[in-house]
């Protein structure tokens, strides 16, 4: 990628230690480490995907670690309890380049200092996803197992993996390029399913409650969809069915909420709904059916919806302690018992109007 990462290995041992390395090409961290590590301070004239600003994650590491050991620039350092254990040592046999780290967490800190290889091997499959190409080790030594993950295109094989239990109507269509200084990926891939599942990245940090990033994929999806089916067929219920993984790299992204889940920056969505909507409208002109068959299962599934919403609707002839005079439906984006009487909450007696 733009920064020369090529591999990252992986090794939890038996005595609660866990260890990572990372090859970079060409990369100067700032010296000396021990200042670094114990008292860091930013460079903000360095973008934030410099590879340097990881330093942060070591010195927060070291700082919760009972005992943190280095490998960088041809020394090796040892810490406890985030102070210096002794002067850097010269490292004989490794090169100038990469990092090695090994730490284990402070029982003083951590009530658990137990390290979950299960969680970690989840997430360092997703990382390989998201950097087609790397190749990542893990080396279990608790467990004496070891794997690799190494994906040519993945993305779109992120994409295939939640679908695995869906039906596709299509394969996996790929949405990437660069623009304003932010760098995207979007895999999507319609299914037979109502369920809608999107997965939404930025900086490779997870985003639950999506962001501008997400909408702007949903305004290019929506336009290119009503260019190829204009006059054709009535859109609607674009996104049922919708699987995408989107993930964006950009400097200084607004993450917003107290967990900082979304990502508010204006431009990404600005970028993705143009890009995404030029892209894809090219790939519908090329293959109309896709197009076609996406905007029918959309319509598909929400008759059946409306259907099964009504089937829910019952009448009742007697008031009882139960249902105190009102029939209580379940709706979508309704938790049970929340009631709002213009839409969910019907009285006794109540009629269904034809077509509701």
């Known amino acids: 990628d733009k920064y020369k990462r090529n591999s990252l290995a992986v090794f939890l041992s038996p005595f609660k230690q866990f260890t990572f390395k990372i090859k970079f090409g060409n990369l100067n961290l700032p010296a000396p480490l021990e200042e670094w590590l114990t008292n860091p301070s930013p460079d903000f004239s360095r973008p934030q995907r410099d590879p340097v600003w990881r330093m942060w994650a070591f010195a ?19 810490f406890q309890a985030g102070a210096p254990a002794g002067p850097p040592i010269k ?52 467990s004496a197992t070891t794997e690799e993950f190494q994906f040519s295109c993945g993305i779109q094989q992120f994409v295939k993996n939640l679908n695995r239990d869906r039906i ?12 304003k200084g932010i760098d995207f990926e979007v895999g999507i891939q319609f299914c037979n399913k109502p369920d809608e599942v999107i997965r939404s990245y930025v900086n490779d940090r997870y985003c639950p409650d999506r962001g501008t990033h997400v909408t702007g994929v949903r305004i290019g999806l929506t336009r290119a969809l009503k ?77 059946s919806r409306d259907t099964g919403l009504m089937s829910e609707v019952r009448l009742i002839n007697e008031k009882t302690p139960e249902n105190q005079g009102f029939l209580e439906l379940a709706r979508p984006g309704f938790e049970p018992g929340q009631t709002e009487p213009k839409s969910v909450v019907l009285p006794l007696h109540y009629r269904a109007p034809c077509g509701a």
């Open 60 to 78: 927060i590491a070291n700082a919760l670690s009972k005992h943190f050991r280095i490998e960088a620039q041809g020394v090796i350092q040892e």
């Open 91 to 142: 490292n004989e046999r490794d090169c100038l380049t990469g990092i090695c780290v090994s730490f284990e967490p402070d029982p003083v800190i951590f009530s658990e200092t137990q390290v979950s290889s299960v969680a970690l091997r989840r997430r360092l499959e997703e990382l390989s996803l998201l950097h087609s190409g790397v190749k990542i080790s893990f080396d279990d030594k608790s």
């Open 227 to 303: 260019k190829a089916v204009i006059g054709q067929q009535k859109l609607s219920a674009k996104d049922k069915g919708l699987t995408a993984v989107i993930s964006i790299r950009m400097d200084a992204p607004q993450l917003m909420g107290a967990c900082r889940s979304s990502l508010g920056t204006p431009e990404a969505r600005t970028v993705l709904a143009s890009h995404v909507g030029t892209q894809l409208t090219e790939y519908f002109s090329t293959n109309p059916d896709v197009a076609r068959a996406i905007v029918q299962i959309g319509n598909t599934q929400n008759l």
């Open 168 to 179: 596709p109507l299509h394969d996996v269509i790929m949405v990437e390029g660069e623009a």
